[in-house]
């Protein structure tokens, strides 16, 4: 897992310090609950909030981190409030990290996923795409199932008409309220934190033989557990510049993809503004921004049963994946 030193803070672009946290979700018992994360520690949220009560904090019960998300407008600020007061109640004793026996749950299930294509120079010339100049193009987005997701330490099942899956870490941008024809200058006020997100899919099912059209990345994306995404949120005003973080994917310990989301064709905000001109954003959508050179079918070597994937971006954490075999 990424290693995060808490008092590694940043300038949110409000004029103050925030410390690095994030929301999870954890299953323990059998029950799935949503969980501060501080470190390298999860506290357990209704913990959180009652012991932020009891110091004299007004908080609302957080259900469920789709719930928080859901109304990130109203109760983002109320996030930031219990992550900073936790710092005080966590050397006071008056919360505990959770102890072993946990596993992490995907953060939240999306409510629609979009995905965009061909959005790293360098990724595009080892796929042999040819692009149009930027200045006469725009993103090329896609759909993903959102059923598709899978949380870190699941299995990533392969298909058995598939000889091709391939792996894509990306940065995933959470948004965090309603919005429509977002200017580019002020897109990032929409966003209410990022994920790590990998976009396997399986190559030779992307292309069709059958229809006048070529592509058919629906199909050869939206496979179940297709879409492994966590280990949790990290609020925007955690992250400085986004298109600084660098991006790293390994598979069973040698690297594959390494690079920074600086590399991006269309950044993130031109990707929420090229969407919303399109379509309402809602709170809970995901956009998988993009994935930078060093996939397997560039490479010319696909995932096969066995292989780990661990796919990782600065500041935010690690997703760990292994292939398996569908069930015959």
Known sequence: MYSYNVSDVHNSGRGDILVWHAIATYEQGGQARPALVLGDELFDMAG????????GLAAAEIPSV????????????QLRALAEAAQGMRAAGAIRPLAAGYTLAVPFVPGRIFATASNYYDHAAEMGTELAPRAESSPYCFMKAETSVTATGTDVVMPGDTEKLDWEVELAVVIGRTCKDV???????????????????????NRRSDYPFKHDWFRGKSFDTFGP?????????????????????????DVMQDDT?????????EQIAYLSGILTLKPGDMIATGTPDGVGMGRGVYLKPGDEMVASIERIGSIRNKVVAAAR
């Open 66 to 77: 789709a719930a928080l998300i859901d109304a990130w407008e109203t109760q983002g600020g």
């Open 229 to 253: 995404m966590g280990p949790w949120i990290v609020p925007r005003d955690c992250i400085a510049d986004p298109q600084k973080l660098r991006m790293q994917l390994q598979v069973n310990g």
């Open 261 to 269: 989301a600086e590399g991006m064709i269309f950044n993130i905000a």
């Open 48 to 55: 959180v909030v009652s012991a932020a009560r009891a110091g």
């Open 183 to 205: 200017p580019v200058a002020q897109a990032y006020d929409v966003i209410a934190g990022y994920t790590v997100f990998n976009d396997i899919s399986a190559r030779d099912l």
